[in-house]
């Protein structure tokens, strides 16, 4: 159980930067220092994202289609959906800023490591979890901007500027190509530092400090209220309740064995925040994300949690 130690600590850290800029945001010259380290840092790791990630996995998979697309249409299908269909909660109870927010994480890809460590956790099928986590990040890089684009220009109360086009494909899809090709000579480099995994973590506290900075700056808590956040973190903690129980309810209703039941389950449910949060800073450049990226912290936490109980309980069935 030591890497649920190490979630924790990235938790604290993660919530130790907002808090910090709330109370030192960055100032004068200094946005422009976080602005271009933040552009730098998201850029690194997309192309870091993209030598991790193995074509051939996704390729190999394709035997397993019907487990994977089953994943895929509960990331990119269902989970849309429902964040289309949860804008009767705004204005109230929860403001368009909120609203926007929560649209924004039901339309990002799943976690890899976590979605991963869970299912082996569980006793699932682990080789699927890998195939599927890893295709729906790679395949998140391209439809979470459309997704944003179709859906929260329309619906969140968001513009998004023509221009992020060229951002999203300098910070994002220009360095994730070019971590593939460089795979024959930077994958086992990658491999062999597992330690770069703090460098994921420290880009996410870096952005996260980012976003709320420039939130202060925009007067961001003012703007909500205790009862706006009991309220969120209420239609978050449903959301995720619901779609835990909806995906074990299809997976077994489409006849998945047990182990397939598990990997559908922690891998069709959950919202990366790896990869949200430096997606956020690329798509609405220019624009304040504090509030934005609020719903996807509070969920990324509770879908910690919550699939870390449910893990140790399957585990427990098979002892």
């Known amino acids: 159980m030591g890497w649920l130690k190490r979630i924790d600590r990235f938790l604290l850290a993660i919530v130790g930067a907002a808090l910090i800029a709330s109370v030192l945001p960055a100032q004068g010259a200094a946005v422009t220092v976080v602005d271009w380290a ?11 994202y993209g030598v991790r990630l193995k074509p051939e996995q996704a390729l190999a998979g394709l035997t397993h289609w019907r487990l994977h697309l ?10 849309p959906l ?3 269909a949860l804008q009767v909660l705004s204005p109230w109870p929860l403001s368009p800023a909120l609203y926007a927010g929560v649209l924004y994480l039901t339309l990002l890809p799943s976690t890899v490591q976590s979605s991963i460590n869970f299912t082996s956790i569980a006793k699932g099928n682990v080789a699927g979890a890998i195939v599927s986590a890893s295709a729906s990040n790679m395949l998140g890089v391209f439809l979470t901007p459309l997704l944003c684009w179709a859906l929260m220009t329309t619906s969140g109360g968001i513009t ?23 795979r024959r000579w930077t994958a086992d480099w990658v491999a062999a530092h597992p330690r770069l995994k703090l460098f994921d973590q420290g880009v996410v506290v870096l952005v996260v400090y980012s976003a709320f900075s420039a939130g202060m700056r925009e007067h961001m808590w003012q703007q909500v209220n205790a009862t706006d956040l009991i309220t969120l973190l209420a239609v978050c903690l449903v959301l995720l309740a619901a779609m835990l129980w909806f995906s074990r309810w299809l997976a077994q209703r489409l006849g998945f064995n047990r182990a397939d039941v598990i990997a559908i389950q922690f891998c069709g449910t959950k919202k990366s925040l790896a990869t949200g949060l430096p997606m956020a800073n690329v798509l609405f450049a220019g624009s304040p994300i504090g509030l934005l990226v609020l719903p996807l912290m509070l969920f990324h936490q509770a879908q910690l949690m919550a699939c870390g109980s449910l893990a140790a309980r399957y585990a427990k069935q098979l002892d």
């Open 70 to 79: 089953t994943i895929l249409s509960l990331t990119y299908l269902l989970f």
């Open 82 to 84: 429902i964040g289309w």
């Open 38 to 48: 933040t552009k730098v840092a998201v850029a690194v790791l997309f192309f870091v």
């Open 160 to 182: 998004i500027d023509p221009s992020s086009i060229l951002d999203i494909i300098g910070q994002l899809l220009v360095p994730f190509v070019l971590g593939q090709l460089s």
